[in-house]
Structures are given as structure tokens and as C-alpha cells.
């Protein structure tokens, strides 16, 4: 049993998508539908840059949902493979978007603009060189959690992202960051302070809870046609009226994908398909369970390799 999960920021790439553009009129008319929507040339920034623009992320979101997205319709419409037979969809942040509109649940140019306005919000949400991010290498989610209640005096920081068995990313102040690893450095976990913008998935993006909050209160949410995983429960969304609740939340919550991953395969999931750039979660799923079967589909030649 498959089910389908979609990337988040982090896959970007120029260039990524480009052999789906140059050769299938369905994605030619998405990438020009997300320039109309955006009023601004989106397809020029995926397809030729620069890097530093495109990993911005008020342009980073949309552009990785267009590709998911794209790749989506590609395997369905020009392949005839029937993905909404998959047992879950999921995906991680703002890939959680991808997994929604994929379902059915929004239309595609909602979703671009709400992504667009989320990561405005985000980026916004703490002023710019104030927040960040670490990734803790080789530890357990029990023994940060320990750290962090035991320093809470000291400084305060949130694991933001629970990735995989030895990959937790945590969020703050860099100043309490710091802290934080001259902490780690002692007990001799390694840890990684990553090149991002702003501290996603805590407390300090609570500016941009109440931006989504209005925002995502004026979307159409639809019955969706697969079950869903919610990043911030680790369970399936089982009532189409909790998903805005759950988006918003988000926004401040840790992105459980672990649990998430744990949830799909002891529902009956042994075949995991990544669908967008990169190969970030396959990558991840490997580290989780290395029984299950695991495609990454970001080409042409993928989809032709695809067993379902």
C-alpha cells in the first residue's frame, strides 16, 4: 500500500521542474497561471534564478508547491496513474499545503497565494538576523526536551522540526541559540546552525498566526479525496472542518514528521512516493524505517520507473 508525501523548503533548486516544463503543455500552463496569480514571473525565478531569490521564502513556497504540483498532474493526466488510490497524503510545512490541494481540498491558485502570503508572514514575523535555527544530529527528541527544561531559566528554544530518528531542528533567539549549543557542545552532540531566514515552527512566528489565521479564513476547504496527515497531530485530519484550526497551528507548532511517518506505516503504508524537488524525505525515511520502499519522483525518467 502506497501513499503519496510532498517536500518542503529545503528541496529548492534553479532549474528543478524544467524538463516538465519544456516538454508538457499541462505544466506550461500551470507555471504561466502562477505568474498571473502571483503578478510577478515566478517560472523565470524557478527556472533561471538567481539562488539567493528563489530561496526566499515568500518566493521559496509557492515555487516548490508549482513543482509538486506539477509533477502531480504530469503522473495522473500524461501517465494515466491513478495517485488518489494512495492510502495517506502528506506533507512536510508547507508541503502539507501541496498534499491538501493535490487531495482536492483548495484549488491551485488559492494555494499560491496563500503560500505567498505565509511566507511573507514567517519571514516577517521576527526582525530579520534576530532568529534561527539549529539541527541536532544523533540525539533522541526525549534528551533535547530534557536539555531544554532543564536551561528553561536560561534561555528558551522549541524543537521545530522532529525529522527522523538523529535529525531534530530547533528554533529561537540566536542569542538563546548560542546558549543552546554551548550546551550541546559539552555533552558532545553535534549540532549544525542552519543558513535560514527566520525561526519557523515556534512561538516567536506568532505575528504570522494571526495573519493566517484571516487569511486562511477566507479559503474554501473541500471534502478531500485521500486521507490526510497532519504535521501538527501526527494523525489523520478526519473532519475537513479541522484542517484551517490545524494550518494555523502550524504555523507555531513542531512539524511531527517522525510520528507522521511511524502513523502511515503502522496504518498498513509500506510504499512511500515523494513527489517535488530533491530527495530531502526519502532521505529522512531511510533513517526512520529502512524496511519500506521509497521513491523520489522528480523526473521524467522517475515516473517511467514507477511501480505502483
Not at 75 to 83: C, P, T
Not at 186 to 203: G, T
Amino acid at each position: 500500500m502506497f501513499s503519496i508525501i510532498f517536500p518542503g523548503q529545503g528541496s529548492q533548486l534553479v532549474g528543478m521542474g524544467k524538463e516538465f516544463y519544456e516538454k508538457y503543455e499541462i505544466v506550461k500552463n500551470l507555471f504561466h497561471e502562477a505568474d498571473e496569480t502571483l503578478n510577478f514571473s515566478l517560472s523565470k525565478l524557478i527556472l533561471e534564478g538567481p539562488k539567493e531569490e528563489l530561496n526566499l521564502t515568500n518566493n521559496t513556497q509557492p515555487a516548490i508547491f508549482l513543482i509538486s504540483y506539477s509533477i502531480f498532474n504530469v503522473i495522473k493526466d500524461e501517465f494515466k496513474i491513478d495517485l488518489n488510490k494512495a492510502k495517506y497524503f502528506a506533507g512536510h510545512s508547507l508541503g502539507e499545503y501541496s498534499a491538501l490541494t493535490c487531495a482536492g481540498c483548495l484549488n491551485f491558485s488559492d494555494t499560491l497565494r496563500i503560500l505567498s502570503v505565509r511566507g511573507n508572514a514567517m519571514q516577517n514575523s521576527v526582525p530579520k538576523g534576530q532568529g534561527g535555527m539549529v539541527a541536532v544530529l544523533g540525539s533522541t527528541v526525549d534528551i533535547i526536551e530534557k536539555i531544554l527544561k532543564e536551561n528553561e531559566q536560561k534561555f528558551i528554544a522549541q524543537i521545530a522540526n522532529d525529522n527522523s530518528e538523529g535529525q531534530i531542528v530547533l528554533s529561537g533567539k540566536n542569542k538563546d541559540l548560542d546558549d543552546l549549543v554551548l550546551i550541546l557542545k559539552e555533552r558532545s552532540i553535534k549540532n549544525i546552525k542552519l543558513p535560514v531566514s527566520a525561526p519557523f515552527h515556534c512561538s516567536l512566528m506568532s505575528k504570522a498566526t494571526k495573519i493566517m489565521n484571516e487569511e486562511l479564513n477566507k479559503l474554501d476547504f473541500k471534502q478531500p479525496q485521500n486521507r490526510l496527515i497532519s504535521n501538527v497531530t501526527a494523525k489523520e485530519i478526519k473532519n475537513v472542518s479541522e484542517l484551517k484550526d490545524l494550518l494555523i497551528k502550524q504555523i507555531e507548532s513542531r512539524v511531527r514528521w517522525r510520528e507522521s511517518v511511524i502513523e502511515m506505516i503502522k496504518n498498513g503504508t509500506n510504499h512511500f512516493i515523494e513527489i517535488g524537488p530533491g530527495k530531502v524525505l526519502s532521505g529522512l525515511l531511510k533513517r526512520i524505517n529502512k524496511e519500506v520502499k521509497i521513491d523520489s519522483i522528480n523526473s521524467e525518467e522517475d515516473i517511467k520507473n514507477l511501480n505502483i
